[in-house]
C-alpha cells in the first residue's frame, strides 16, 4: 500500500506494476468540480496544470506535517506524469467510474524497494464475503497527528447498499467490522487472496462511512474495468487481451498530463 499526496490531501493507492498506481479518481476530480464542460471544451487537463502529485512508498509511516516523525524513515518518492481516468466519471457527474490509475514518472524496483504489486480480477471473479482494506486515512482519535501509520480493516461484503448512499452501479457496498475508514484511505484497494503469494485488488475505497445515516463504505469494483485498465498499463487480468477483447464495459479515458 502507498500514499499519494497533493498538497495537504492525501490518498491511498496500490501498485499493479512498477509503473502504475491504481487508485479513485476523486482523489484528483472532486466530486464538487466534477463538470460535463471540462471533457465538452476539451480542457480537462488544464485542471491539473503544476499541481505536482506525488507517490510516496516503501513505508508503514508517512509524515503529515514537517512535524511529524516516523522512526527509521525509509520512504521514498516519485513524481506522477499521468493520471487516467474514465471518461464516465466525468460524464456521470462523479457518479461512475471512481477509479484512476497514476502513471509513475519512471518504473520503481519493486523487488529492491520490498514492495509487492496486487493482482486484477478478471471477468468472472467475485469479491469475498470477507474482504481487506488498508490505508493512511485519519485517525478519528488523534485527528491532528503530525504522521500517520498504515492500518487495515476488515469487511464484510453486503448484498445492497443503503438507499441513503448515493452509489453507481459499478460499486458494492462494504460493512466495517471492527475499524472505518476514513478520510486520506480514498482509492486504498480492497483486496482478498487471490492465492496463496498473492492478494488481489476487487474494488477501490470510493466512500466512507457517513456516521448517523450509514456506517458502511461504498467500494468500485475493478472488475468492470479490466479492459480499461489493461488498455492504458499492459496489466490484463487472465481472460483479458489488450485491445482486442470488448467484452467487458470499456470507457473512453481522460489522460491528465
Same mark, same amino acid.
Given at each position: 500500500?502507498?500514499?499519494?499526496?497533493?498538497?495537504?490531501?492525501?490518498?491511498?493507492?496500490?501498485?499493479?506494476?512498477?509503473?502504475?498506481?491504481?487508485?479513485?479518481?476523486?482523489? %484528483?476530480?472532486?466530486?464538487?468540480?466534477?463538470?460535463?464542460?471540462?471533457?465538452?471544451?476539451?480542457?480537462?487537463?488544464?485542471?491539473?496544470?503544476?499541481?505536482?502529485?506525488?507517490?510516496?512508498?516503501?513505508?508503514?509511516?508517512?509524515? @503529515?506535517?514537517?512535524?511529524?516523525?516516523?522512526?527509521?524513515?525509509?520512504?521514498?518518492?516519485?513524481? @506522477?506524469? *499521468?493520471?487516467?481516468?474514465?471518461?464516465?466519471?466525468?460524464?456521470?457527474?462523479?457518479?461512475?467510474?471512481?477509479?484512476?490509475?497514476?502513471?509513475?514518472?519512471?518504473?520503481?524496483?519493486?523487488?529492491?524497494? *520490498?514492495?509487492?504489486?496486487?493482482?486484477?480480477?478478471?471477468?468472472?471473479?467475485?469479491?469475498?464475503?470477507?474482504?481487506?482494506?488498508?490505508? %493512511?486515512?485519519?485517525?478519528?482519535?488523534?485527528?491532528?497527528?503530525?504522521?500517520?501509520?498504515?492500518?487495515?480493516?476488515?469487511?464484510?461484503?453486503?448484498? %445492497?447498499?443503503?438507499?441513503?448512499?448515493?452509489?453507481?452501479?459499478?460499486?458494492?457496498?462494504?460493512?466495517?467490522?471492527?475499524? %472505518?475508514?476514513?478520510?486520506?484511505?480514498?482509492?486504498?484497494? @480492497?483486496?482478498?487472496?487471490?492465492?496463496?503469494?498473492?492478494?488481489?485488488?476487487?474494488?477501490?475505497?470510493?466512500?466512507?462511512?457517513?456516521?448517523?445515516?450509514?456506517?458502511?463504505?461504498?467500494?468500485?469494483?475493478?472488475?468492470?474495468?479490466?479492459?480499461?485498465?489493461? *488498455?492504458?498499463?499492459?496489466?490484463?487480468?487472465?481472460?483479458?487481451?489488450?485491445?482486442?477483447?470488448?467484452?467487458?464495459?470499456?470507457?473512453?479515458?481522460? @489522460?491528465?498530463?
Amino acid at each position: 500500500m502507498d500514499v499519494i499526496f497533493q498538497a495537504e490531501k492525501r490518498c491511498t493507492g496500490s501498485f499493479i506494476s512498477p509503473k502504475h498506481v491504481i487508485t479513485a479518481a476523486h482523489c %484528483f476530480i472532486e466530486e464538487k468540480s466534477c463538470y460535463k464542460e471540462y471533457v465538452y471544451k476539451g480542457n480537462i487537463s488544464e485542471v491539473f496544470t503544476n499541481e505536482g502529485y506525488t507517490v510516496h512508498y516503501g513505508t508503514h509511516c508517512v509524515k @503529515i506535517r514537517d512535524s511529524g516523525k516516523c522512526p527509521n524513515y525509509q520512504g521514498k518518492s516519485i513524481a @506522477i506524469k *499521468h493520471v487516467i481516468i474514465p471518461k464516465s466519471y466525468v460524464l456521470s457527474n462523479c457518479g461512475l467510474g471512481d477509479i484512476a490509475i497514476a502513471e509513475l514518472a519512471s518504473e520503481i524496483d519493486i523487488a529492491k524497494n *520490498h514492495l509487492d504489486t496486487v493482482c486484477l480480477p478478471h471477468a468472472n471473479t467475485t469479491a469475498a464475503q470477507l474482504i481487506v482494506g488498508a490505508g %493512511f486515512g485519519m485517525d478519528p482519535h488523534d485527528p491532528y497527528a503530525a504522521q500517520k501509520h498504515l492500518e487495515a480493516a476488515e469487511f464484510c461484503k453486503m448484498q %445492497f447498499c443503503s438507499p441513503t448512499v448515493k452509489a453507481g452501479n459499478d460499486t458494492f457496498c462494504v460493512l466495517e467490522r471492527k475499524s %472505518f475508514m476514513c478520510g486520506g484511505d480514498s482509492g486504498g484497494a @480492497i483486496i482478498q487472496n487471490a492465492n496463496k503469494h498473492s492478494d488481489m485488488a476487487v474494488a477501490v475505497l470510493s466512500k466512507g462511512p457517513d456516521f448517523g445515516k450509514w456506517v458502511g463504505s461504498v467500494v468500485t469494483s475493478t472488475r468492470l474495468y479490466a479492459e480499461f485498465i489493461c *488498455h492504458h498499463t499492459g496489466v490484463c487480468a487472465d481472460g483479458i487481451q489488450m485491445e482486442t477483447d470488448k467484452r467487458l464495459y470499456h470507457p473512453q479515458p481522460l @489522460i491528465l498530463k
